[in-house]
């Protein structure tokens, strides 16, 4: 056995046995972990708020080769991020993000994706409710993009030829993104972007915020839960993403 110490942020919290919490955690060490904390639901003096949905700390964490559980020795939370959990809109954001980050990243170092998450969630704890959508969006882009499935944008995912910026290309998720004219007849399926849905999508994948009005924020959540259908490694609903993408958290119509 060994001790590992890393930043790490809570992404899933569920109930085990009478008196402890299983844990998902995204570390920046050891990408995503599975740990028990022990007498976490008897006592909270151990782990105070880190048994918390988007907890931020360093965690100590007993690995043991071989085993999917591994014990959580200690968590000594920086940051605690309770806005999260104060407003339904950024709550349902949140668990969207945590939920697409424990099927892309891996049990393996991290830091890039760790990064855009905790970014990500800090950026959402602070964010108006009108912008909460285009938030979540632009970080689970990046987040696509970090772990290597990254969308074409500005050439044809299928024959690599410059697609213009200033018309209108359809965007296959089979394909991995936008295609040329010509391939556009040989790709089945897809969405027509025009130039402005192109360029916010580049612009969420450099990094950089795209305020965007209600009904293109809602295009590009369908866009991007087309995409990561079709791209996560496991096929199934993503449930917690539903949900967000259903709700009319920012008091917009839909």
Do not use: N
Request: glycine share 8%; proline share 6%; charged share 20%.
């Amino acid at each position: 056995m060994s001790l590992l110490q890393t930043d790490a942020i809570v992404l899933h919290v569920a109930d085990y046995l009478e008196s402890s919490r299983i844990l998902r955690l995204v570390t920046r060490e050891a990408g995503v972990q599975s740990v028990v904390a022990r007498g976490a639901r008897s006592s909270r003096k151990r782990f105070g708020s880190a048994v918390d949905l988007f907890a931020e700390g360093q965690a100590q964490i007993q690995t043991k080769p071989g085993r999917d559980l591994h014990a959580l020795h200690g968590f000594d939370v920086t940051t605690a991020r309770p806005a999260l959990a104060l407003d339904l809109g950024r709550f349902t954001a949140a668990s969207a993000i945590a939920e697409c980050a424990l099927r892309l990243v891996h049990e393996e170092a991290a830091p890039v994706a760790y990064g855009t998450l905790v970014e990500g969630l800090d950026q959402l704890a602070m964010a108006a409710p009108h912008d909460t959508v285009t938030v979540t969006v632009g970080v689970l882009w990046r987040l696509v993009a970090e772990v290597g499935f990254r969308p074409s944008v500005g050439r044809c995912a299928e024959c690599h030829a410059p697609v213009e910026a200033p018309l209108t290309a359809r965007f296959s998720v089979m394909a991995g993104g936008t295609v040329c004219a010509a391939c556009a007849r040989r790709t089945p399926g897809g969405r027509l972007l025009p130039p402005d849905a192109r360029a916010a999508l580049e612009a969420w994948l450099g990094g950089h915020p795209v305020p965007l009005d209600a009904s293109a924020a809602r295009a590009h959540q369908r866009l991007l839960r087309e995409f990561l259908l079709e791209h996560l490694p496991e096929r199934r609903p993503l449930k917690a993403y539903q949900v967000w993408e259903q709700g009319q958290w920012d008091g917009s119509s839909r």
